[in-house]
Protein backbone atom coordinates (compact mmCIF):
# COMPACT_ATOMS: atom_id res chain seq x y z
CA UNK A 1 0.00 0.00 0.00
CA UNK A 2 1.29 3.85 -0.74
CA UNK A 3 1.40 6.30 1.84
CA UNK A 4 0.76 9.79 1.86
CA UNK A 5 4.35 10.07 3.25
CA UNK A 6 5.64 7.80 0.25
CA UNK A 7 4.14 9.79 -1.93
CA UNK A 8 5.02 13.12 -1.19
CA UNK A 9 8.74 12.44 -0.13
CA UNK A 10 8.27 14.90 2.90
CA UNK A 11 5.56 13.28 5.25
CA UNK A 12 4.18 17.24 4.78
CA UNK A 13 0.88 16.05 2.78
CA UNK A 14 -2.78 17.91 2.67
CA UNK A 15 -5.10 15.61 1.92
CA UNK A 16 -8.82 16.57 0.30
CA UNK A 17 -11.92 14.54 0.69
CA UNK A 18 -14.44 15.42 -1.49
CA UNK A 19 -12.95 15.94 -5.12
CA UNK A 20 -15.75 17.64 -6.48
CA UNK A 21 -15.21 21.26 -7.62
CA UNK A 22 -14.37 22.72 -4.66
CA UNK A 23 -11.86 20.31 -3.58
CA UNK A 24 -10.28 19.86 -6.82
CA UNK A 25 -9.78 24.17 -7.22
CA UNK A 26 -7.53 23.76 -3.49
CA UNK A 27 -5.83 21.00 -4.82
CA UNK A 28 -5.04 22.62 -7.46
CA UNK A 29 -3.93 25.50 -6.19
CA UNK A 30 -1.85 24.55 -3.46
CA UNK A 31 2.01 23.45 -4.03
CA UNK A 32 2.22 20.20 -6.27
CA UNK A 33 3.79 17.16 -4.03
CA UNK A 34 2.15 17.98 -0.89
CA UNK A 35 -2.02 17.31 -2.25
CA UNK A 36 -3.69 14.35 -2.88
CA UNK A 37 -7.34 13.05 -2.90
CA UNK A 38 -8.88 10.44 -0.33
CA UNK A 39 -11.26 8.46 -2.56
CA UNK A 40 -14.32 7.28 -1.72
CA UNK A 41 -14.68 4.28 0.65
CA UNK A 42 -16.00 2.04 -2.25
CA UNK A 43 -13.34 3.27 -4.61
CA UNK A 44 -10.63 2.75 -1.80
CA UNK A 45 -9.94 -0.92 -2.28
CA UNK A 46 -8.92 -0.11 -6.19
CA UNK A 47 -5.68 1.49 -5.15
CA UNK A 48 -5.15 -0.93 -2.02
CA UNK A 49 -2.30 -2.97 -3.42
CA UNK A 50 1.46 -3.15 -3.12
CA UNK A 51 2.69 -0.62 -5.73
CA UNK A 52 6.28 0.60 -5.90
CA UNK A 53 5.94 4.74 -6.24
CA UNK A 54 7.65 4.35 -9.50
CA UNK A 55 5.02 2.13 -10.91
CA UNK A 56 1.94 3.84 -9.83
CA UNK A 57 -0.60 3.05 -12.85
CA UNK A 58 -2.84 6.31 -14.13
CA UNK A 59 -5.91 5.05 -12.41
CA UNK A 60 -3.91 6.29 -8.70
CA UNK A 61 -3.55 9.70 -10.25
CA UNK A 62 -6.42 12.06 -10.34
CA UNK A 63 -6.33 14.39 -13.93
CA UNK A 64 -7.74 17.28 -15.10
CA UNK A 65 -7.70 20.86 -16.43
CA UNK A 66 -7.61 24.02 -14.19
CA UNK A 67 -9.11 26.79 -15.88
CA UNK A 68 -8.82 30.19 -14.27
CA UNK A 69 -9.95 33.33 -15.40
CA UNK A 70 -9.13 35.74 -12.91
CA UNK A 71 -7.67 39.18 -12.31
CA UNK A 72 -4.08 39.10 -13.69
CA UNK A 73 -2.71 39.90 -9.73
CA UNK A 74 -3.83 36.04 -8.97
CA UNK A 75 -1.81 34.69 -12.51
CA UNK A 76 -1.03 31.37 -11.79
CA UNK A 77 1.45 29.93 -9.84
CA UNK A 78 1.52 26.85 -11.51
CA UNK A 79 4.41 25.52 -8.84
CA UNK A 80 5.82 22.97 -11.66
CA UNK A 81 2.96 22.11 -12.85
CA UNK A 82 2.65 21.68 -16.80
CA UNK A 83 0.62 25.42 -17.61
CA UNK A 84 -0.71 24.91 -21.24
CA UNK A 85 -1.94 28.59 -21.96
CA UNK A 86 -1.47 31.91 -20.34
CA UNK A 87 -2.47 35.41 -20.62
CA UNK A 88 -0.20 37.94 -18.67
CA UNK A 89 -2.83 40.46 -19.43
CA UNK A 90 -6.39 38.71 -18.56
CA UNK A 91 -4.85 36.71 -16.08
CA UNK A 92 -6.51 33.45 -18.07
CA UNK A 93 -4.74 30.21 -17.66
CA UNK A 94 -5.16 26.38 -18.32
CA UNK A 95 -3.28 24.16 -16.33
CA UNK A 96 -2.53 20.60 -16.40
CA UNK A 97 -2.57 18.99 -12.80
CA UNK A 98 -1.99 15.70 -11.56
CA UNK A 99 -2.60 14.29 -8.25
CA UNK A 100 -2.33 11.20 -6.59
CA UNK A 101 -5.04 9.11 -4.57
CA UNK A 102 -3.76 8.29 -1.24
CA UNK A 103 -4.66 5.10 0.34
CA UNK A 104 -3.94 6.40 3.76
CA UNK A 105 -4.21 9.02 6.37
CA UNK A 106 -1.52 8.49 8.76
CA UNK A 107 0.99 10.87 7.54
CA UNK A 108 -1.17 13.89 6.64
CA UNK A 109 -0.62 17.42 8.30
CA UNK A 110 -4.30 18.86 7.06
CA UNK A 111 -7.61 17.64 6.15
CA UNK A 112 -9.78 19.39 3.80
CA UNK A 113 -13.33 18.58 3.97
CA UNK A 114 -15.14 18.95 0.28
CA UNK A 115 -17.66 16.86 0.25
CA UNK A 116 -21.51 18.27 0.40
CA UNK A 117 -23.01 18.81 3.44
CA UNK A 118 -25.13 15.50 3.25
CA UNK A 119 -22.29 13.35 2.96
CA UNK A 120 -19.73 14.88 4.97
CA UNK A 121 -20.39 12.95 8.87
CA UNK A 122 -19.99 9.69 6.48
CA UNK A 123 -17.62 10.32 4.40
CA UNK A 124 -15.15 11.70 7.57
CA UNK A 125 -16.21 8.74 9.74
CA UNK A 126 -14.48 6.30 7.06
CA UNK A 127 -11.25 8.04 7.94
CA UNK A 128 -10.82 9.53 10.72
CA UNK A 129 -10.13 6.01 12.49
CA UNK A 130 -6.91 6.01 10.76
CA UNK A 131 -5.83 9.54 11.12
CA UNK A 132 -3.71 11.09 13.98
CA UNK A 133 -5.86 12.62 16.92
CA UNK A 134 -4.15 15.99 16.29
CA UNK A 135 -4.49 16.58 12.95
CA UNK A 136 -6.79 19.64 11.87
CA UNK A 137 -9.73 18.99 10.12
CA UNK A 138 -11.19 22.13 7.87
CA UNK A 139 -14.99 21.81 6.76
CA UNK A 140 -16.03 23.29 3.86
CA UNK A 141 -19.73 22.74 3.75
CA UNK A 142 -22.54 25.65 3.05
CA UNK A 143 -25.30 26.10 4.93
CA UNK A 144 -24.96 24.62 8.34
CA UNK A 145 -25.90 21.95 10.53
CA UNK A 146 -23.07 19.21 9.06
CA UNK A 147 -20.45 21.74 10.90
CA UNK A 148 -21.97 21.12 14.37
CA UNK A 149 -22.43 17.41 13.52
CA UNK A 150 -18.96 16.94 12.92
CA UNK A 151 -17.55 18.94 16.05
CA UNK A 152 -20.11 17.01 18.10
CA UNK A 153 -19.22 14.00 16.86
CA UNK A 154 -15.56 14.48 17.54
CA UNK A 155 -14.94 17.33 20.32
CA UNK A 156 -11.74 15.96 20.87
CA UNK A 157 -10.23 17.10 17.25
CA UNK A 158 -8.87 20.42 16.26
CA UNK A 159 -11.97 20.83 13.62
CA UNK A 160 -12.26 23.94 11.75
CA UNK A 161 -14.50 25.58 9.57
CA UNK A 162 -14.18 27.71 6.38
CA UNK A 163 -16.66 29.92 5.00
CA UNK A 164 -15.55 30.66 1.44
CA UNK A 165 -17.04 32.96 -1.71
CA UNK A 166 -14.95 31.04 -4.30
CA UNK A 167 -16.55 29.79 -7.06
CA UNK A 168 -15.79 26.26 -9.50
CA UNK A 169 -17.59 24.10 -11.12
CA UNK A 170 -16.95 21.09 -13.54
CA UNK A 171 -18.45 21.81 -17.44
CA UNK A 172 -17.20 18.03 -18.04
CA UNK A 173 -15.29 15.89 -15.61
CA UNK A 174 -12.04 16.43 -16.69
CA UNK A 175 -12.02 20.56 -16.57
CA UNK A 176 -11.74 22.94 -13.47
CA UNK A 177 -13.19 26.17 -13.74
CA UNK A 178 -12.18 28.56 -11.34
CA UNK A 179 -15.28 30.88 -12.33
CA UNK A 180 -15.14 34.08 -9.55
CA UNK A 181 -12.30 34.83 -6.87
CA UNK A 182 -13.51 35.12 -3.62
CA UNK A 183 -12.19 35.25 0.09
CA UNK A 184 -12.24 32.70 2.67
CA UNK A 185 -12.64 32.95 6.40
CA UNK A 186 -11.70 29.95 8.54
CA UNK A 187 -11.96 29.67 12.11
CA UNK A 188 -11.95 27.32 15.23
CA UNK A 189 -15.18 24.92 15.86
CA UNK A 190 -14.21 22.48 18.75
CA UNK A 191 -11.28 23.65 21.86
CA UNK A 192 -8.13 22.49 20.30
CA UNK A 193 -9.14 24.07 17.02
CA UNK A 194 -7.93 27.65 18.35
CA UNK A 195 -4.38 26.91 18.27
CA UNK A 196 -4.00 25.52 14.17
CA UNK A 197 -6.01 28.83 13.19
CA UNK A 198 -3.42 30.62 12.07
CA UNK A 199 -1.03 27.86 10.79
CA UNK A 200 -3.95 26.58 9.05
CA UNK A 201 -4.49 30.20 7.31
CA UNK A 202 -0.92 29.98 6.74
CA UNK A 203 -1.14 27.05 4.32
CA UNK A 204 -4.30 28.13 2.98
CA UNK A 205 -2.88 31.40 1.73
CA UNK A 206 -0.04 29.45 -0.12
CA UNK A 207 -2.87 29.18 -2.86
CA UNK A 208 -2.48 32.67 -3.59
CA UNK A 209 -5.78 33.14 -2.57
CA UNK A 210 -7.59 35.74 -0.09
CA UNK A 211 -7.76 33.63 3.14
CA UNK A 212 -8.84 35.00 6.70
CA UNK A 213 -8.53 33.80 10.15
CA UNK A 214 -12.30 33.93 11.77
CA UNK A 215 -12.90 34.01 15.81
CA UNK A 216 -16.44 34.11 14.96
CA UNK A 217 -16.80 31.46 12.31
CA UNK A 218 -20.38 30.44 13.17
CA UNK A 219 -21.59 34.16 12.84
CA UNK A 220 -19.77 34.29 9.58
CA UNK A 221 -21.35 30.90 7.99
CA UNK A 222 -24.37 32.19 9.08
CA UNK A 223 -23.89 35.34 7.28
CA UNK A 224 -23.47 32.85 4.20
CA UNK A 225 -26.62 30.91 5.30
CA UNK A 226 -28.70 34.60 4.85
CA UNK A 227 -27.51 35.04 1.68
CA UNK A 228 -28.12 31.54 0.10
CA UNK A 229 -31.63 30.50 2.19
CA UNK A 230 -33.07 33.81 0.55
CA UNK A 231 -31.71 33.09 -2.94
CA UNK A 232 -30.36 29.08 -3.91
CA UNK A 233 -34.69 28.35 -3.76
CA UNK A 234 -36.04 30.54 -5.24
CA UNK A 235 -33.78 30.11 -8.08
CA UNK A 236 -34.45 25.75 -8.01
CA UNK A 237 -37.99 26.53 -7.91
CA UNK A 238 -37.92 29.10 -11.21
CA UNK A 239 -35.12 27.59 -12.56
CA UNK A 240 -33.30 30.91 -13.07
CA UNK A 241 -30.14 32.73 -12.69
CA UNK A 242 -30.05 34.79 -9.56
CA UNK A 243 -30.81 37.94 -10.61
CA UNK A 244 -34.23 37.24 -12.16
CA UNK A 245 -35.28 35.80 -8.84
CA UNK A 246 -35.58 39.27 -7.94
CA UNK A 247 -39.15 40.58 -10.13
CA UNK A 248 -40.89 37.47 -9.78
CA UNK A 249 -44.17 37.01 -8.00
CA UNK A 250 -42.85 33.74 -6.02
CA UNK A 251 -39.71 35.93 -4.53
CA UNK A 252 -41.68 38.92 -4.13
CA UNK A 253 -44.58 37.45 -2.01
CA UNK A 254 -42.33 35.36 0.05
CA UNK A 255 -38.61 37.29 0.91
CA UNK A 256 -40.39 39.47 3.60
CA UNK A 257 -41.84 36.21 5.61
CA UNK A 258 -39.07 34.98 4.90
CA UNK A 259 -36.80 37.66 6.13
CA UNK A 260 -38.94 38.30 9.63
CA UNK A 261 -38.59 34.41 10.04
CA UNK A 262 -34.64 34.41 10.02
CA UNK A 263 -34.49 37.75 11.61
CA UNK A 264 -35.91 36.09 14.82
CA UNK A 265 -33.91 32.96 14.16
CA UNK A 266 -30.60 34.25 14.25
CA UNK A 267 -31.33 36.71 17.47
CA UNK A 268 -32.66 33.25 18.99
CA UNK A 269 -29.65 31.58 17.96
CA UNK A 270 -26.15 34.26 17.85
CA UNK A 271 -28.04 37.05 20.17
CA UNK A 272 -27.30 39.24 16.56
CA UNK A 273 -30.42 41.28 16.09
CA UNK A 274 -30.62 42.03 12.57
CA UNK A 275 -33.83 43.99 11.03
CA UNK A 276 -35.63 42.18 8.05
CA UNK A 277 -34.80 45.23 6.01
CA UNK A 278 -31.28 44.66 5.86
CA UNK A 279 -31.47 40.85 5.48
CA UNK A 280 -33.53 41.51 2.55
CA UNK A 281 -30.87 44.03 1.35
CA UNK A 282 -27.83 41.66 1.86
CA UNK A 283 -30.06 39.29 -0.18
CA UNK A 284 -30.75 41.53 -2.99
CA UNK A 285 -26.96 42.49 -3.41
CA UNK A 286 -25.74 39.42 -4.17
CA UNK A 287 -28.17 38.50 -6.05
CA UNK A 288 -27.54 41.37 -7.73
CA UNK A 289 -23.78 41.19 -7.90
CA UNK A 290 -24.13 37.80 -9.38
CA UNK A 291 -27.06 37.95 -11.53
CA UNK A 292 -26.21 35.64 -14.09
CA UNK A 293 -25.00 33.08 -12.44
CA UNK A 294 -26.50 29.85 -11.59
CA UNK A 295 -26.60 29.10 -7.82
CA UNK A 296 -25.45 25.85 -6.81
CA UNK A 297 -28.84 24.64 -5.72
CA UNK A 298 -30.34 24.95 -9.45
CA UNK A 299 -27.21 23.59 -10.37
CA UNK A 300 -27.65 20.39 -7.93
CA UNK A 301 -31.19 20.61 -9.43
CA UNK A 302 -30.67 20.54 -13.05
CA UNK A 303 -28.07 17.92 -12.65
CA UNK A 304 -30.14 15.66 -10.65
CA UNK A 305 -28.03 15.53 -7.37
CA UNK A 306 -29.23 15.76 -4.05
CA UNK A 307 -29.37 19.55 -3.13
CA UNK A 308 -28.55 21.02 0.20
CA UNK A 309 -31.96 23.13 0.98
CA UNK A 310 -31.59 20.64 4.15
CA UNK A 311 -28.98 22.27 5.67
CA UNK A 312 -30.13 26.16 4.13
CA UNK A 313 -33.72 26.63 4.38
CA UNK A 314 -34.06 23.27 6.16
CA UNK A 315 -31.85 24.10 8.93
CA UNK A 316 -33.33 26.94 9.51
CA UNK A 317 -36.79 25.26 10.04
CA UNK A 318 -35.02 23.13 12.78
CA UNK A 319 -33.36 25.91 14.47
CA UNK A 320 -36.98 27.43 14.62
CA UNK A 321 -38.44 23.96 16.05
CA UNK A 322 -35.86 24.15 18.80
CA UNK A 323 -36.96 27.72 19.83
CA UNK A 324 -40.19 27.35 19.44
CA UNK A 325 -40.57 30.24 16.30
CA UNK A 326 -42.61 29.55 13.42
CA UNK A 327 -41.43 29.35 9.76
CA UNK A 328 -43.65 29.04 7.68
CA UNK A 329 -41.89 30.37 4.69
CA UNK A 330 -38.89 28.14 5.48
CA UNK A 331 -40.66 25.29 5.54
CA UNK A 332 -42.48 25.87 2.60
CA UNK A 333 -39.66 26.49 -0.33
CA UNK A 334 -37.70 23.28 1.85
CA UNK A 335 -40.72 20.97 1.22
CA UNK A 336 -40.97 22.29 -2.41
CA UNK A 337 -37.21 21.79 -3.19
CA UNK A 338 -37.77 18.77 -1.98
CA UNK A 339 -40.14 17.73 -4.23
CA UNK A 340 -38.25 19.25 -7.11
P1 LIG B 1 -19.23 18.53 -5.60
O1 LIG B 1 -20.47 17.70 -5.65
O2 LIG B 1 -18.63 19.01 -6.86
O3 LIG B 1 -18.10 17.72 -4.81
C1 LIG B 1 -18.32 16.88 -3.74
C2 LIG B 1 -17.45 15.65 -3.93
O4 LIG B 1 -17.51 14.83 -2.75
C3 LIG B 1 -17.88 14.76 -5.10
O5 LIG B 1 -16.78 14.55 -5.95
C4 LIG B 1 -18.27 13.44 -4.44
O6 LIG B 1 -17.97 12.31 -5.23
C5 LIG B 1 -17.42 13.48 -3.19
N1 LIG B 1 -17.90 12.58 -2.12
C6 LIG B 1 -19.18 12.36 -1.71
N2 LIG B 1 -19.19 11.44 -0.71
C7 LIG B 1 -17.90 11.08 -0.50
C8 LIG B 1 -17.27 10.15 0.38
N3 LIG B 1 -17.97 9.41 1.22
N4 LIG B 1 -15.93 10.04 0.34
C9 LIG B 1 -15.20 10.77 -0.53
N5 LIG B 1 -15.74 11.67 -1.40
C10 LIG B 1 -17.07 11.81 -1.38
O7 LIG B 1 -19.53 19.75 -4.65
P2 LIG B 1 -18.72 21.14 -4.55
O8 LIG B 1 -19.31 22.13 -5.47
O9 LIG B 1 -17.28 20.87 -4.61
O10 LIG B 1 -19.14 21.61 -3.08
C11 LIG B 1 -18.64 20.97 -1.92
C12 LIG B 1 -19.10 21.79 -0.71
O11 LIG B 1 -18.51 23.09 -0.79
C13 LIG B 1 -20.62 22.03 -0.69
O12 LIG B 1 -21.08 22.04 0.62
C14 LIG B 1 -20.76 23.40 -1.33
O13 LIG B 1 -21.95 24.07 -0.93
C15 LIG B 1 -19.52 24.09 -0.78
N6 LIG B 1 -19.08 25.20 -1.61
C16 LIG B 1 -18.82 25.01 -2.95
C17 LIG B 1 -18.38 26.08 -3.71
C18 LIG B 1 -18.09 25.92 -5.18
O14 LIG B 1 -17.77 26.92 -5.83
N7 LIG B 1 -18.14 24.73 -5.76
C19 LIG B 1 -18.23 27.35 -3.12
C20 LIG B 1 -18.52 27.51 -1.76
C21 LIG B 1 -18.93 26.42 -1.01
O1 LIG C 1 -23.38 30.78 -2.75
C1 LIG C 1 -24.14 30.84 -3.70
C2 LIG C 1 -24.60 29.54 -4.24
O2 LIG C 1 -24.91 29.45 -5.42
O3 LIG C 1 -24.66 28.56 -3.45
C3 LIG C 1 -24.65 32.17 -4.21
C4 LIG C 1 -24.18 33.28 -3.28
C5 LIG C 1 -26.14 32.18 -4.30
C6 LIG C 1 -24.03 32.53 -5.55
O4 LIG C 1 -24.52 31.77 -6.61
Not at 169 to 189: F, M, Q, Y
Not at 274 to 291: D, F, G, M, Q
Request: charged residues 20%; hydrophobic residues 40%; aromatic residues 4%.
Amino acid sequence: MVSADERSGSGRVIAILGAGSLGRLWAALLPSGHCGFLPRPEHASRFMRSISRQDLPPETRCEYVLVRSVPPSMAPQGFGREILTASPVSGDARIHVSLPWLESTESIELLLVTTKAGDTLKALGSWLQHTPIGTPIVLFQNGLGSQQAVAERWPERPILAASTTEGANRPSPEVLVHAGAGDTWVGALTASAVYHTASVVQQLAETGLQIHAEESILQRLWQKLVVNAGINPFTALLDCPNGDILNSPLYQQNIDGLCSEISVLLEAETSEAIAPEVLRERIETVARNTASNTSSMRADVLAGRKTEIDYINGYLVQCGKRHGIATPVNQMLTERVKGL
